[in-house]
């Protein structure tokens, strides 16, 4: 192992155990504890994936679950972090984003080309002529991506969980770590939450080495520990902040959403890149990606690097080496900076240059040298390693969510919250305070401030605990003539792509953004977006704050899908036949949250057995569910006003024992409802909805009379009241063998509602049918529903009665020309439009929607018709949606379509611009696959336009 | 997820509500413009403000109006909808 280091004294391996795994083919041997990144890296592989746009060689950066360039790929999995992933025996892993092999990577070629493919390339050359995108797409995606996704996955769900406790602290480091243990001994329930799988941050790395800090790391810790009150959840991330202190926590085993009372963001900062010549070169690193590199991991960085530094973080760096035995060539300060670890490093014989001027880096496949310039010369070490410590940005990520404001600290070179919502605070490094004792100090505040917002107390004043000095280099960017300083690692952003994108007038941080693409890959910008920002405001003459910061939205670190959905429990509710379907075998849909039978398998095939159905219908009698359908049972003094109000027809001078179609519309006059109402007396009426609109009709209602102050009492009876439709020529004389109730015309008009005993109990018959024949729709308490459908099953044996599903109604509705709302109606779809203005009353001094009538009736532009299609052969069958085109315009659009056995033809609804809607023009209708078919316009109903059938007094023993 | 405190039930989730829109009175359909008319269906304005709003409890199918900070997405006040209730929308 070529850059192990002895043991370490915090280190989170276990020499004892090893673990192999399979990189590229080759085998590699870890210890137990080990990452990906750090087992690799151990055995002296650099290299450990190719960058997103020119393929150029990449190794670790960051080291702290964002390192994108080194990505893997599994056999289920793409886009295996190596810094987080834990090794594994067994696993099997190859570099993401590569044309052969990590080391011959072909798509390597992209880079050759590269000063051709300016910023902004893509969205220009691929503008015009458009015929070309797709293929530009389809190459950029083969080209530029990650890693590659199993298609032939199974679904996998992650359980969510709720948790509550008073102060949710996020980020287990020493601030963090003081906040709850401040905040606990308040007597209020702590969440402790880190990512890592060790609560400590950077104490165990960056004060890894550092003795005088290990009374404070052991304090933090073991009182951590003994406090009962504090519950520590780590490898998990905080993914969002939402509203009112809800945190969404992130665990291998699936979401946790934490409703906490108050919070405290101790995040600290993401260490920021130097930004010159070939900084992405393996091997080149940030100073505290080599720090937990060697802490937690035992590994070495490099044997021989250099470190470039601005603050006094980049020489504690360098000292964890040296006391490692790793060689530092020389530590290279841009500036003179000042402090213990400057001192300890230069007593330790460490060379230090200051005000030096990075170069570039040298090498061709890892870090061989490093170039830079100190008193108006060049000079070259040569290293196999390069340790960046320029800066730090906050990792102000539930900070920004939650609504806090950041500003620009000229002091600390650092953005810093500058306000914070009601009972959120933020303390440590992510406030800007960088020295230990003060971190903690910060943290205690934070949390005892935290506990007290709990309990209603008041806060102590806010102490500030900056050191004034500036951690931060105000601009770490060094441009060079040949380029390649990147910005933004995930997305192979460079010096020029940023200064080309400002001087194209993209000089908008948001459309910087956008334009370039910083901050946009898979890191979100943690380590990019506050160098693309210093660079913005320097050239653009404007200060940080001007310049102002994007809003770092959820999710923190890319989250698994499974986690998102967590598990299905969507309800799905059956109807009372439900056991009768079963035993049929009858095929199910969803409809809305309820299960309806599709068709019942009688037949060979699904078409067949639909045809036997429909067939059933028109030439003896069948049966339907319609339970699904909203039931409202509307009674009080107003009802009558009620029900005038909401429809579109008149229905207060509706007979008692009558029904009428109900056609519903909103305030902006698009049909959203229809169904049949009854009137059972003068003040008591009984209306359906469609299934899907049962739930937000009856809410509606409910608002509407509210709002209108009405004497009326609305009930949603859906689920009490079980509903069958008995349809077809032979229905009369099914029925008439379980009641008494006479159900000639005379008696039982057509569209008449009748109550009456039907296999001895209390049923309310409606007269009309969907689906065009002699038909009763039978509604009845849930409970005798199973029991009077089972009864005309029997009843209708001798006549030939079938059951049928929704497949069926639906073509035999269309035959009629009948339309669905929602599926023959779209979000703007009026009543004009789908031929209905016979059911719009304009009379009525008011109803729902009604200004906006008036307006639409003088302004109609589309209509629903009817058509046939001119083509039979099947294979020309339009779909639904499927558009109507005349020379280059599209003129309208198929909402339905269907084979009609009855009529020996292929019919549908299409809704057409008003001037092809006349009888006998001639449409096109566009296949899926491009290909134009004609169909003709005709009257509808397709079938029966008389409505002699429904009005017929078949089977009543009486003349016709 | 935010909470709603419901003055019978207390502290409730904000998910078991469903939003219904603005509380806004509809101008009288007799007398209204067409350009009035307008303004009340489509044309509202986004502005942050405190409003009242329809929100309707589920589990309890009952409405409430709540008086809301579109900007802090504050929740002020909650009441139950009443019939002839007045407020300044």
Redesign the interface.
């Known amino acids: 192992m070529k850059l192990r280091l002895g043991p370490q004294p915090l280190e989170w391996i276990d020499r004892n155990v090893s673990v192999t795994f399979d990189f590229e083919g080759k085998r590699v041997t870890g210890f137990e504890g080990d990452v990906v990144t750090s087992a690799l890296w151990a055995e002296g592989w650099k290299v450990l994936g190719r960058s997103f746009k020119y393929h150029r060689r990449r190794g670790l950066m960051s080291f702290a679950n964002h390192d994108i360039n080194a990505l893997f790929q599994t056999a289920e999995m793409p886009n295996v972090r190596g810094d987080v992933t834990p090794a594994k025996n067994g696993l099997s892993l190859t570099a993401v984003n590569t044309f052969g092999s990590l080391e011959n990577d072909k798509g390597a070629l992209v880079e050759w080309i590269a000063k051709f493919l300016p910023v902004g390339f893509y969205y220009r050359a691929f503008y015009s002529p458009k015929f070309l995108f797709p293929k530009w797409e389809r190459l950029i995606r083969e080209m530029a991506g990650l890693g590659k996704i199993n298609t032939n996955w199974s679904e996998e769900r992650q359980p969510k969980r709720y948790r509550h406790c008073d102060v949710a602290i996020i980020g287990a480091g020493a601030s963090g770590m003081a906040a709850a243990i401040q905040a606990a001994k308040q007597g209020v329930d702590v969440c402790l939450i880190d990512e890592n799988p060790f609560i400590g941050g950077s104490l165990d790395y960056q004060f890894a080495n550092q003795r005088s800090q290990s009374l404070n790391r052991q304090y933090l810790k073991e009182t951590v520990a003994s406090l009962p009150n504090i519950q520590v959840i780590t490898s998990a991330y905080v993914a969002g902040y ?3 202190h ?1 945190l969404a926590v992130n665990t291998d085993q699936g979401l946790i ?1 934490l ?1 906490a009372q108050s919070v405290v963001v101790a995040t600290g900062v993401f260490e920021q890149p130097a930004v010159f010549r070939n900084n992405d070169l393996p091997g080149v690193m940030n100073a505290s990606a080599a720090q937990r590199l060697m802490a937690r991991y035992a590994v070495a960085p490099c044997n021989a690097g250099v470190v470039l530094t601005a603050n006094h973080e980049g020489y504690r760096a360098a000292l964890d080496m040296h006391e490692n035995g790793l060689i530092v060539k020389a530590i290279l300060d841009t500036g003179k900076t000042e402090g213990v670890w400057v001192d300890e490093a230069k007593k330790a014989g460490i060379v230090v240059y200051e005000q030096v001027t990075p170069i570039e880096a040298l090498g061709s496949r890892e870090v061989e040298g490093f170039i830079f310039g100190l008193n108006g010369m060049e000079h070259r070490l040569d290293c196999d390693g390069i340790l960046m410590s320029v800066g730090w940005a906050p990792a102000g990520a539930p900070l920004y969510q939650a ?1 806090a404001k950041f500003g620009y600290e000229p002091e600390v070179q650092q953005l810093i919250p500058v306000s914070l919502p009601d009972g959120v605070f933020a303390c440590g490094r992510v406030n800007g305070v960088y020295v230990m004792e003060d971190r903690i100090k910060d943290g205690e505040q934070a949390g005892l401030a935290a506990a007290l917002h709990v309990k209603g107390d008041a806060i102590p004043e806010w102490k500030d605990f900056r050191d004034g000095v500036a951690h931060s280099h105000p601009y770490p960017i060094w441009q060079h003539p040949k380029g390649k300083e990147f910005v933004d690692f995930d997305e192979d952003i460079q010096v020029k792509d940023l200064k080309g994108a400002i001087a194209q007038g993209f000089d908008n941080i948001e459309l910087m953004k956008r334009f370039s693409t910083i901050g946009m890959g898979p890191s979100q910008g943690k380590h990019s977006n506050m160098n693309g920002i210093r660079m913005l405001a320097k050239l653009t003459g404007k200060t940080i704050d001007e310049t102002g910061s994007t809003t770092a939205r959820p999710m923190f670190h890319p989250t698994p899908v499974s986690h998102l959905a967590g598990m299905r429990f969507r309800p799905e509710r059956v109807t009372p036949m439900q056991l009768f379907h079963e035993e049929a075998k009858a095929c199910f849909m969803e409809a809305g949250n309820w299960l309806r039978p599709e068709y019942y398998p009688t037949e060979a095939t699904r078409e067949d057995s639909i045809k036997a159905e429909v067939s059933a219908v028109r030439n003896a009698v069948g049966l339907v569910d319609v339970s699904t359908l909203g039931k409202l049972e509307i009674f009080g003094r107003d009802a009558a006003e009620l029900m005038d109000r909401l429809y579109t027809m008149r229905m207060s001078n509706m007979a008692i024992g009558a029904s009428r179609y109900a056609l519903m519309v909103d ?2 006059g698009v049909l959203i409802d229809d169904g049949v109402a009854v009137r059972f007396s003068d003040e008591h009426f009984y209306v359906t909805t469609t299934t899907s609109t049962s739930d937000s009709a009856y ?1 509606m209602i ?2 509407k ?3 209108w ?2 004497m009326v009492t609305v009930l ?1 009876r859906t689920g009490q009241i079980g509903a069958m439709n008995v349809a077809g020529p032979n229905s009369r004389k099914v029925l008439s063998k379980l009641t008494a109730f006479g159900l000639s015309n005379d008696n039982f008009p057509y569209l008449a509602s009748r109550q009456a005993k039907l296999a001895g109990v209390d049923v309310t018959m409606i007269r009309v049918g969907f689906v065009g024949e002699l038909g009763y729709e039978i509604h009845v308490d849930a409970s005798n529903a199973l029991m009077v459908w089972d009864a005309i099953m029997n009843a209708g044996k001798e006549f030939g009665i079938k059951p049928f599903g929704v497949e069926a109604q639906r073509l035999l509705r269309l035959e009629k020309g009948h339309i669905i709302v929602g599926q023959d109606t779209d979000g703007l779809t009026n009543p004009f439009e789908a031929n209905m203005s016979w059911a719009v009353h304009f009379k009525k ?2 109803f729902l929607g ?3 009538l008036m ?1 639409l009736k003088q302004m109609q532009t589309r209509t629903l018709v009817g058509f046939e299609l001119l083509s039979d052969a099947e294979k020309d069958q339009p779909l639904e949606s499927n558009l109507l085109i005349e020379g280059k315009e599209m003129v309208g659009r198929v909402t339905s379509i269907g084979q009609s056995d009855t009529l020996k033809k292929v019919i549908g609804l299409a809704m057409v611009s008003t001037e092809y809607s006349a009888e006998g023009q001639e449409l096109n209708i566009k296949l899926s696959d491009g290909r134009l078919v004609k169909a003709k316009v005709v009257k509808t109903p397709f079938y029966d336009p008389e409505g002699w059938l429904q009005k017929s007094n078949e089977g009543s023993g009486e003349a016709a | ?3 709603v405190t419901c003055p019978s039930l207390g502290k409730r989730a904000l998910s078991e509500f ?1 939003y ?1 829109g603005r509380y806004e009175q ?1 101008p009288a ?2 007398t ?1 413009s ?1 350009k009035e ?1 307008a303004d ?3 044309y509202h304005n986004g502005a942050p403000k405190v409003q009242i709003e ?1 929100w ?1 409890h589920r589990p309890t ?1 009952i ?1 409430f109006l709540f008086e809301r900070d579109t900007l ?2 504050r929740i002020n006040k909650v009441d139950f ?5 007045t407020h300044e929308a």
Not at chain 2, 81 to 85: N, S
Request: no cysteine; glycine share 10%.
């Open positions: 939402y509203g009112d809800w959403k409703s609504g305030d902006a809410r409910q608002k009379v509210i709002e102050n009405l949603n001094p008011y009604k200004p906006s307006k | 997820m935010k909470f469903t219904g509809e359909q007799e209204v067409e008319w009340y269906v489509f329809w309707y199918g409405w802090t997405d909808a009443r019939k002839g209730m």
